[in-house]
């Protein structure tokens, strides 16, 4: 039983923000990847941003370089994606995701075998 929990979307105005949180605390798999990835209608799930357990290496979609972050918290169960000068186009489903490759794939959609059921954002 996969347990990976997303929190934190929902409704924002162009250039507000968002934090998204994972709760991994019962996640039981050894993924040394771990993501955000989103997928809006009609379009394909995306990599926005990837982190590397060991190391911290972290990777960005090219649309959201600059605007969105990707961290872990001290005790690495829970990982957050802080979503700034948020636009339109970010409005998808967001899910955290784990995956088990080495840090050069965690930015690969195909890495991810473990999804949380996803969190809604929408910009207006």
């Known amino acids: 039983d996969v347990q990976l929990v997303e929190s934190g979307g929902g409704p924002v105005q162009a250039g507000g923000s968002l934090r998204l949180t994972c709760d991994a605390s019962r996640y039981t798999y050894s993924s040394n990847c771990m993501g955000w990835l989103r997928q809006a209608p009609g379009q394909e799930r995306e990599v926005v941003a990837s982190i590397y357990a060991y190391g911290g290496g972290t990777h960005y979609a090219d649309s959201v370089k600059g605007r969105f972050t990707i961290a872990q918290g001290r005790s690495k169960d829970t990982i957050y994606l802080e979503m700034n000068s948020l636009k339109p186009e970010d409005t998808a489903i967001y899910y955290c995701?784990?995956?088990?490759?080495?840090?050069?794939?965690?930015?690969?959609?195909?890495?991810?075998?473990?999804w949380g059921q996803g969190t809604q954002v929408t910009v207006s």
């Open positions: 995701a784990g995956g088990r490759a080495g840090s050069w794939a965690c930015d690969t959609n195909s890495t991810y075998n473990h």
